[in-house]
């Protein structure tokens, strides 16, 4: 695959504690010049992100890392979001429930921010690396009764991201129409390549434009 045919899947992204409007910007400015998917950044940058760049698509995080927040508090940022112009919506789901046995929060959950996201995309993480395989079947069904849009594997932020493992399981259990983002631990072109040719549509990374292009 080319550079810009990997490119054109990935959401670029960046979500570190200590980003700044300057590094916010120039991810912007790559992500336009190189025809990335999306950009995905915190929420607090997304007004100012849609100003500087009408035509960027910009996806943010939503209860974003650990899924603890509550629904209403997920709503709300949902919404802010999506006033602010954001286009596209990552969730992380409330992991707690599916450790706890109880997947009908988890659909709640997805079904209420589908709702308030409509025809924007809504992407439901869920964490892979602190999932059992049936924690991760499970998961499955909760994103696809709760009519999302894709499952994504990981946050970046847990102690491992994406697997090409699960990816296989995802497509074994998923319903018709969900559509996968892997994103954690995507470095090379070789893992991005292997990931996509595995069924993934798309790919968060932030190191995905230096490691294709040099920059």
């Known amino acids: 695959m080319t550079a810009q045919e990997i490119l054109s899947h990935v959401d670029h992204t960046l979500l570190k504690a200590d980003a700044s409007w300057a590094d916010i910007r120039t991810l912007c400015e790559e992500a336009l010049t190189y025809h990335t998917a999306s950009v995905c950044i915190p929420s ?4 100012r992100a849609h100003a500087a760049f009408p035509a960027l698509v910009i996806c943010t995080v939503v209860g974003f890392p650990l899924g603890h927040a509550s629904l209403a508090a997920k709503a709300a940022e949902t919404r802010r979001a999506l006033d602010d112009g954001a286009s596209e919506i990552d969730m992380v789901i409330p992991i707690y429930a599916l450790k706890s046995g ?8 997805i079904c209420t921010l589908k709702r308030i996201a409509g025809m924007h995309i809504l992407k439901v993480i869920v964490e892979t690396c602190y999932l059992t ?12 009764e709760g009519g999302a849009d894709f499952i994504k594997t990981s946050t970046g932020f ?49 190191g995905a434009v230096k490691v294709l292009i040099g920059q």
């Open 102 to 109: 109880e997947p009908d929060t988890a659909v709640e959950e």
């Open 158 to 206: 847990g102690p491992a991201g994406a697997q090409l493992s699960d990816i296989e399981l995802f497509k074994r259990h998923l319903g018709p129409g969900i559509q996968i983002k892997a994103a954690g631990g995507l470095r090379t072109k070789e893992a991005m390549e292997a990931f996509l040719q595995a069924g993934c549509a798309r790919l968060g990374a932030s």
């Open 44 to 47: 607090a940058f997304v007004r």
């Open 133 to 144: 395989e049936e924690e991760k079947i499970t998961a499955c069904r909760c994103v696809t």
